[in-house]
């Protein structure tokens, strides 16, 4: 009925409610302003902010120079440019979607003349902006912290590290495969010397991770501080050093970022009203014995949960997916042994596959627009990078220490 997300989770929310004999003009009303009500939500809001700064101010740009540099001499080494460099700036930025634009305006030319396939780089820039998902500091992982309400941010960022990473080898792996079956050249060699030149335009851009999740595991600010730290880089790095937005443009970014900001809330707080009304009526509950009513087996029940939600990845996005299903998912994860932190990945993992099939693949909408194609086009090229992806899921729910091992040794 084309009613917004939000809308029809609070509208539900309050049908619920009186059905059961409550207030619901109160109640609503005040399970949505408690459930925003939360100092760890404000970091949203600044690493939106910071995004879209990098997103405009020339960090993309310096990225891929450095990962052309490093990976550009292999075969077929423009898609393991494009994958490296999707994953440095998704991490960076913490969206997907801004890395499928501003990689993809500057990667999908030049692919084309290279004279690789349209479609195939489309492909390859959509599903390889997800692993900044996965790779901290990400505003999902905040969401699902919040959601949860038992894992630690700086744990759920430092759980993503791997996971991201092995993600996005696979999906390197794929071009590799690619570049072999179809004879694709190898590209420009670099010397060391260009190759340390290219890094020494890009460590300004590659700091910015290092100072948010140094800062955080050092104790020297939480991760709501360290995302306003990041919009203060953000902001001297794409505004005083390298010039690329001008202060005439501040208004609009801060708009967009208002605006984005705006929508997650409304979600988070329809989302906590609809939240304690599923814990009333016990719906955790009874999902998690009719789920082990099927089997026992961890095995078995995992790779339902995977289903079912790479099923309500394809027509929600990861937004409203993760505050609804998380209540409803967690207690059956940790009664099979599944640790909040670990399950908080899986979940992750999932959607982001989500984001690149359709009908309501955001990331894939966009590569087909920045790459001026079709979604059945791309479609075809997307399977291999899919077969990754879920391999990649496949792993991280099966191999706890792919998320855990990295928060253990830090002792999160």
Avoid at 234 to 253: A, N, T
Avoid at 259 to 283: C, D, E, F, P, Q
Avoid at 383 to 390: E, G, N, R, V, Y
């Amino acid at each position: 009925m084309n009613v917004p997300i939000a809308v029809a989770i609070a509208f539900a929310s309050l049908l619920a409610m009186l059905i059961d004999g409550h207030d619901p003009s109160l109640m609503v009303a005040s399970k949505m302003a408690n459930g925003i009500d939360s100092f760890a939500l404000l970091a949203i809001p600044f690493f939106v902010l910071s995004g879209l700064l990098m997103g405009k101010g020339g960090m993309a740009r310096r990225l891929m120079d450095f990962a052309a540099a490093v990976m550009g001499r292999f075969p077929g080494g423009l898609g393991y440019v494009n994958t490296l460099t999707c994953m440095l700036f998704g991490s960076i930025s913490g969206s997907a979607a801004a890395a499928v634009t501003s990689i993809g305006g500057f990667m999908l030319p030049e692919m084309r003349k290279k004279g690789y396939n349209n479609e195939f780089s489309v492909a390859i820039t959509t599903t390889a902006a997800t692993t900044g998902l996965l790779i901290p500091p990400s505003n999902i992982m905040i969401v699902y912290a919040v959601a949860s309400g038992s894992v630690s941010i700086a744990a759920m960022f430092m759980a993503g590290v791997v996971p991201g990473i092995v993600v996005g080898l696979l999906l390197m792996l794929v071009c590799y495969i690619v570049a072999k079956t179809k004879g694709l050249g190898r590209g420009e060699s670099s010397s060391i010397e260009q190759v340390f030149k290219a890094f020494g335009r890009a460590i300004l851009s590659m700091l910015l991770l290092v100072i948010v999740i140094g800062g955080i595991l050092a104790g020297v600010f939480t991760a709501t501080e360290a995302s306003a730290i990041a919009v203060a880089y953000s902001f001297l790095l794409s505004v005083v050093v390298y010039r690329e937005v001008k202060l005439s443009e501040l208004p609009d970014i801060l708009l967009q970022a208002g605006v984005t900001t705006a929508v997650i809330m409304l979600l988070i707080g329809a989302s906590a009203g609809m939240s304690w009304i599923m814990t009333i009526a016990n719906i955790p509950q009874t999902v998690s014995a009719a789920l082990l009513q099927v089997s026992e087996n961890p095995l078995v029940v995992m790779l339902l949960i995977n289903l079912l939600l790479l099923f309500v990845g394809t027509f929600m996005d990861m937004t409203p997916a993760v505050l609804i299903f998380t209540p409803i998912f967690l207690p059956v994860a940790n009664e099979l042994g599944v640790s909040d932190t670990q399950f908080g990945i899986i979940i992750i993992a999932n959607l982001c596959i989500g984001l690149c099939t359709p009908p309501v693949g955001t990331c894939l909408f966009l590569g087909c627009g920045v790459g001026n194609t079709t979604i059945a086009k791309v479609t075809p090229f997307m399977i291999p990078f899919f077969i990754a992806m879920f391999i990649g899921l496949l792993l991280i729910t099966y191999v706890p220490q792919i998320s855990l091992w990295l928060p253990g040794i830090l002792g999160l």
